[in-house]
């Protein structure tokens, strides 16, 4: 009865939503806005599946949430995950609305449709899951950028502090990388940067603005490190050579790091499923023996 009730709240608000925009015409005035952004790409299957839904049900209802602060944390983790073309801040808003919501009331109304009531547990979990699934979805999209931006670093520098240091400015440098190094997320940046500093945008904001979008520690340092060598007119070649080998050592640092927390995790299967069969495997034909067990 109450599922029944709470469907009826939803369709009903719903059809007063639609019905009032159409008067008001703010309903043609977004749809061209909604349109082209169902038209982003994505390689996720379930963003591709729930986009239009979502767009029609949900988003008009969270671009007027005022959660400003919100939307800012959100866009910068999205433009570091690389996921910009994809999705923005409201079409996250709306997606989490939409999965962790509209999709478990959706569910629970069919099930009681057909004469079952879904167990409290699911739902909770189909709550907690859909809400949580797009933020976890930009966390890993983000981690991984970030590895995969790690692991090309100091290749990267190598070849800015050769190039510097073979007496290209640092801008030909830069094009020398684009040219020379395979695609991923740190050329594509440099990439970008390269074309605001085409477009007028001077040096130090350009790096600034790849430290931004990044939001990495390591290319923080980094930028930091060259706008003051630019504004002190220090030769970068130095600099870079100085920053690859900090980037290397801290490499290295990383990965003790990661074996010393890999042993510690082989503990628990080592205690509870390794030596209890080492012991059954020493001590069973023992204890077998005393038993009179042939």
């Known amino acids: 009865m109450i599922l029944a009730v709470l469907g009826s709240l939803v369709m009903g608000g719903g059809a007063f939503y639609v019905g009032w925009n159409l008067f008001s015409g703010e309903l043609e005035a977004s749809a061209a806005s909604r349109l082209e952004q169902q038209k982003k790409k994505t390689s996720n299957a379930l963003l591709k599946l729930s986009r239009p839904l979502f767009h029609a049900l949900v988003l008009p209802y969270s671009i007027r949430l005022k959660n400003e602060n919100w939307k800012k944390k959100q866009k910068r983790l999205i433009v570091s995950a690389g996921l910009e073309e ?84 640092f801008i030909g440098a830069l094009q020398k990388v684009v040219e020379k190094t395979r695609s991923g997320p740190l050329v594509n940046e440099i990439e970008r940067m390269l074309q605001e500093i085409q477009l007028g945008t001077t040096r130090g904001d350009s790096l600034r603005n790849l430290g931004w979008r990044i939001d990495l520690q390591e290319i923080s340092s980094l930028v930091a490190v060259l706008v003051t060598a630019d504004q002190m007119g220090s030769p970068l070649g130095g600099v870079l050579r100085v920053q690859s080998e900090l980037i290397r050592t801290q490499r290295f640092v990383n990965a003790e790091k990661r074996g010393a927390a890999a042993s510690q995790k082989l503990l628990f299967p080592l205690i509870f499923f390794i030596m209890p069969a080492v012991f059954i495997m020493i001590f069973g034909p023992v204890i077998l023996g005393f038993l009179g067990v042939k």
Not at 96 to 117: D, E, Q, R, T, Y
């Open 86 to 169: 994809e999705i923005d801040a409201e079409e996250l808003m709306a997606f989490k609305i939409f999965l962790g919501f509209l999709v478990p009331i959706a569910f629970a109304i069919f099930m009681k449709v057909n004469g079952s009531a879904p167990p409290w547990w699911l739902l909770g979990t189909m709550v907690i899951g859909g809400f949580m699934y797009p933020s976890v979805w930009v966390s890993g999209s983000r981690g991984r950028r970030h590895e995969e931006i790690r692991l090309q670093m100091p290749f990267v520098i190598d070849l800015l502090t050769l190039s510097t240091e073979a007496g290209l400015d």
